[in-house]
């Protein structure tokens, strides 16, 4: 019989649940461990979700995820540099067999559908304790709670960066830290009834605003504006801001009449790793941080659980130990290469349209008009887009 091998997930959002859910169906003993297990505290930013990973998740028997998401069947990018035009310069549209390019789901709804399934197998723990320590024994990374009581784990993962006091005794190595100088600004628009599949990418002077649709009256807006310059006075005043979009986009929604609560964040573009990576492994923001430009951030983490899910299934089937070295190895050598050319291809998108030259900017809209006639190449992007680089 196989001995059952013991996780621990350090955090309690939504990467760390995901983590638990896709692995509880092994024959694993996993703890979810958080000083504050509140599920009200999640991110209410809506996710993009690629129509591979909605394929998985739902395999992996989160089967209603389809229903509670919105369908985007076109993409549309639009280069504004000089002025908002609601004529798109590149159109990204799902084929027949495709039928949708991404879903558009509420991260709060997807984080309280896990958290209930979670809840209900026995092979998973909530333990609710502060951690003292982190050591390494021969066959095991040993942790001390506050209360003293000491666990052995085949397998530690850092999915929190709540949590990253922790890693200081591990020598995080960060191989790019990079500010974009910009905040985003998250926010739902409501307006008029309109049919809502689409999800657009306006490039500003100022920084990208992007639209994904989440119902046909309700709109998500994430727009990352560079600090100091003249657009934040439209984010910092409701008033304003309603006139902007009322103004500039009433050709799309007609009419906006509600703007929600908005919310920001310091956009950064950061890339991590464990020089000891002995039983460890690293999730979500911890690992990396990237621009939402391309609406990818979550499909990566995703990504990233599957291919541990591979692993594992792989272990398990020849009756390996998981967390050892051969073990660390191969994830990593599953994943480390895709993150780190999918990050540098998204800032590389960046700073092309961050360029702050007129005359740059007409070949921009030229390349980009000769691109969207090219549909293999506009192909090989709905592909990478999709899975991933390495498919």
Known sequence: MFNTQKICIIGSGLTAITIAYLLSKFRLQIDIVEQDFNKKKTNPTKLALSKDSLDQLSINGLKDIKKKSNMVKNIYLHDSYSSISLKQDLQFSAS???????????????????????????????????????????????????????????????????????????????????????????????????????????????????????????????????????????????????????????????????????????????????????????????????????????????????SLVNVIKYSQDLGLEIGNDIFIKKYLDKITLNNFTFTTLIDGIRKIFDIKVGSYAAIRKNALSKLNKNFFIKKSFVNIANKGLFI
């Open 96 to 306: 027949d067999e495709e039928k949708a390019l991404a879903y558009i789901i509420d991260g709060n709804i997807l984080f309280l559908d896990i958290y209930k399934k979670l809840k209900n197998l026995k092979n998973i723990n909530f333990i609710k304790k502060k951690i003292l320590s982190i050591k390494d024994e021969k066959f095991f990374k040993e942790i001390t709670f506050k209360d003293l009581i000491k666990e052995n784990y085949n397998l530690v993962i850092f999915a929190s960066t709540n949590n990253l006091s922790l890693l200081s005794k591990f020598k995080l190595r960060k191989i790019i830290d990079k500010s974009y100088n910009e905040e985003a600004f998250v926010f739902n628009l409501t307006h008029t009834k309109i049919i809502n599949n689409s999800a657009r990418q306006f490039f500003l002077k100022d920084g990208p605003l992007a639209f994904l649709p989440i119902s046909n009256v309700e709109t998500s807006i994430i727009w990352s504006i560079k600090k100091n310059s003249k657009n934040q006075k439209y984010v910092l005043n409701k008033n304003h801001l309603l006139k902007f979009f009322n103004n500039n986009f009433n050709g799309l929604f007609k009419e906006i009449t509600f703007i929600s609560k908005i919310n920001k964040f310091n956009l950064n573009y950061v890339f991590n790793e464990l020089k000891d990576s002995k039983r460890s492994l690293l999730f979500g923001d911890i690992a990396y941080k990237i621009h939402p430009i391309a609406g990818q951030g979550w499909n990566m983490i995703l990504r990233n659980i599957f």
